[in-house]
């Protein structure tokens, strides 16, 4: 919990209470990192599937048929398949019926018959799915064949209202989730240890991280049992029966072990203005200069009057006044830094917006003065 002047210290000057932040961080001593968190077996995965749909009981805010004719088409088909017979050159205006894609990731080791979550998503120009009901859709899997059945409620996280012309809407109203919405028809086969050997993955390669857990599971299991192929995997040999095989994962799964420090990284999202890095990045000495150039352009209208008994007839002449600023951008020197606090506080000293970080980001790191990867996402 924290003190009552940390938390003064955190209204007052934000900024300082980052840095604190950040050093009680970096103070902390490295901690002891489980492989089952930081590495995974080779085939043991979610299986990504896929349906198309019909989602019905809209109030008026389905798709428009005469835009989006696969909607009338699919309600047609669905509806022979059950028996009823529609008239080829009947003009369906069904506004409580809208087509959407299913999709849901089968868990390894599903069973038939379990249930598994699946997302809905409108793709005709539905306005809302909120109270709809999703009927029985095939979930395929990459290879063509069904693995799962859906169908249900769709619960939808956002709501909109329209009237006189006017609208509003809160969150995303043409996409939501069915909560154990599809039933498992078929099983993904999963084999774990081929010929008696299985593949341990990092998920982040780094040599190091790779020799240390090849030499701690050596260690617990004996010579031989771990041999490390590169980076990232990790060849496992096995017990054969199953009893075994389960005991020897879950105990390589406890093994604890410290992993390198992750490389100096930069995450820049362009889309939001966030800026991210890790405790390992660290600047070089440089001069830094950031100006901006700002374009104003005020639209001042001139009202043209006509003479009395004229014949004329008042007009509204366009006018506009176009202002360039450029703000000034003095040097400054950004110091040589060994710590993601100081790396903060230079950059904090400056004065920068998220969207003058990111180009000062990218032009240190072209000067060379960035000592960490860039990537822009």
């Known amino acids: 919990m924290m003190s009552l002047s940390a938390v003064r210290l955190l209204r007052r000057h934000p900024c300082k209470a980052l840095m604190l932040v950040l050093g009680m961080l970096l103070a902390a001593p490295a ?94 120009n539905a306005k809302s799915l909120r109270g709809g009901t999703l009927l029985m859709t095939p979930l395929k899997g990459a290879d063509g064949e069904i693995y799962a059945l859906a169908q249900g409620n769709v619960l939808i996280p956002g709501i909109s209202a329209e009237a006189a012309g006017s609208s509003v809407q809160v969150g995303q109203t043409s996409a939501g989730r069915i909560p154990d919405g599809a039933i498992v028809e078929r099983k993904v086969p999963v084999d774990l240890a081929k010929n008696g050997s299985i593949d341990l993955e990092l998920k982040n390669g780094d040599f190091n991280t790779a020799l240390r857990a090849m030499n701690a599971i050596n260690q617990v299991f004996g010579s031989g049992v771990a041999t490390a192929k590169n980076s990232r ?66 639209n001042n209208p001139i009202v043209s009057q006509p003479n009395a008994l004229s014949g004329g007839q008042t007009a509204v002449v366009p006018n506009a006044d176009v202002n360039v600023q450029e703000e000034s951008g003095a040097l400054q020197v950004v110091p040589n830094s060994t710590d993601l606090v100081d790396v903060v506080d230079a950059l904090n000293r400056m004065g920068a917006t998220p969207s003058d970080l990111m180009a000062i980001l990218e032009a240190l790191k072209r000067a060379g003065a960035l000592n960490a990867d860039l990537e822009v996402i």
């Open 233 to 298: 995997t990790i060849s496992l040999q096995a017990p054969i029966d199953d009893a075994s095989k389960i005991s020897f994962l879950a105990r390589v799964q406890n093994i604890d072990i410290n992993p390198a420090a992750p490389k100096p990284k930069v995450v820049i999202n362009s889309r939001t203005g966030s800026v991210v890095m890790n405790t390992n990045v660290t600047l070089g000495r440089a001069a830094v200069a950031h100006g901006n150039l700002s374009v104003v352009i005020d």
């Open 31 to 124: 901690r002891a990192e489980r492989l089952g968190d930081i590495a995974s077996f080779q085939g043991v995965r979610a299986n990504p599937v896929v349906g198309y749909g019909l989602v019905v009981g809209l109030n008026n805010t389905g798709d428009q048929t005469m835009q989006t004719p696969f909607t009338g088409q699919s309600v047609t088909n669905m509806l022979s398949e059950l028996g009823v017979t529609v008239d080829g050159s009947t003009n369906m205006q069904l506004k409580n019926v809208a087509a959407v894609m299913v999709t849901a990731d089968l868990p390894p080791f599903t069973s038939p018959g379990q249930e598994i979550d699946v997302t809905v998503s409108s793709i005709g």
